[in-house]
C-alpha cells in the first residue's frame, strides 16, 4: 500500500469490512479493503480498510457514526 493511504477500521469479518468500504463510497471517500485473513484459516487475520490519508479524519468520523459497522455487545 502506498505511502498515503492509511488504516482506518479492521475487523475480522469481512462482511464488515465490505459494509465500511461501501459506506465510505458512498459518501464520496475512496476507500480499499485489504484481506489479511489466513486462507487455511478464516480466524486468523483481520480485514483492513484503508482510505486517503488526507481523508482519513473524515472517514473514522463517518464510520464512528455508522451503526451497522458497531460491534454487537
Given at each position: ?11 475480522n469479518?469481512?462482511v464488515?469490512?465490505?459494509i ?12 480499499v ?6 486462507s487455511?484459516?478464516?480466524l ?9 490519508a ?20
Amino acid at each position: 500500500m502506498e505511502d498515503n493511504w492509511e488504516k482506518i477500521f479492521a475487523t475480522n469479518q469481512v462482511v464488515r469490512a465490505e459494509i465500511a468500504r461501501s459506506v465510505l463510497e458512498q459518501n464520496g471517500i475512496n476507500a480499499v479493503v485489504l484481506n489479511k485473513q489466513s486462507s487455511s484459516y478464516p480466524l486468523f487475520g483481520l480485514c483492513e480498510v484503508y482510505v486517503p490519508a488526507e481523508d482519513a479524519t473524515s472517514a473514522k468520523n463517518l464510520l464512528n457514526d455508522e451503526s451497522s459497522l458497531k460491534e454487537s455487545e
